[in-house]
């Protein structure tokens, strides 16, 4: 059986074309990875900023949230209640202690303040003159109580409760002295139990947020 011939319109045999498989040459494939690690490289600073600050308002809204959760179990359970906060290494715990023992235990609501976020202590982050005009000046002082390991007692009212202390606005800092371009965050306890956010760049001011 003879092999049929492809005829050219000139009768002579057609040469077979080349046929190119469809894909990715490796030059355009390394094109592609050098512009995409260019962009990597444009975008990712700024994913990481944006990152650490959300990292930075989560950690304020949940310290924050968990002031709100003791302050209601005082007035629950018709007792004084301590919100606590200890330092665990490099990172922080604070926890609702209905049991007043001074120890997280398991059944305990707990909330870790992992870094780069941390609890400052005063001086660290901006001046805080504008939460001292908000809150009211000349009337009771800004007292830090973050930096080192602390107690905040509400009592069955649901105020706080100083005992033999002066009245006073406890103010906890948040962010992290090193990267100062994260900003800062203040959670703010009223005498009345109330409690507020704030926010400052770098250099503040001071802005209240929640």
Not at 72 to 78: A, C, M, P, S, V
Not at 82 to 90: D, E, I, S
Not at 153 to 164: H, I, L, S
């Amino acid at each position: 059986m003879e092999e049929e011939v492809d005829l050219g319109t000139n009768g002579t045999p057609k040469r077979p074309t080349a046929r190119r498989d469809s894909g990715f040459s490796m030059l355009e494939m390394v094109l592609s990875l050098i512009v995409v690690m260019i962009l990597a490289a444009i975008a990712l600073p700024d994913f990481n900023r944006a990152y650490r600050v959300y990292q930075l308002n989560s950690s304020a809204a949940r310290l924050a949230g968990l002031l709100k959760l003791t302050r209601f179990e005082g007035i629950r359970r018709n007792k004084q209640v301590a919100f606590q906060v200890q330092q665990t290494g490099t990172d922080w715990l604070a926890w609702s202690d209905p049991d007043n023992d001074g120890i997280a235990d398991i059944t305990e609501t707990q909330d870790p303040i992992l870094a780069p976020i941390t609890l400052l202590p005063a001086g660290a982050p901006p001046s805080p003159d504008a939460i001292t005009a908000a809150v009211g000046v000349g009337g009771p002082a800004l007292n830090t109580v973050s930096g080192a390991n602390a107690t905040i007692t509400f009592d069955q009212r649901g105020a706080v409760a100083f005992g033999a202390q002066p009245l006073s606005i406890y103010v906890l800092y948040l962010g992290n002295a090193a990267f100062p371009d994260y900003g800062y965050r203040a959670v703010v306890l009223l005498p009345s139990g109330a409690t507020q956010v704030w926010s400052a760049p770098a250099g503040g001011p001071w802005n209240r947020i929640g």
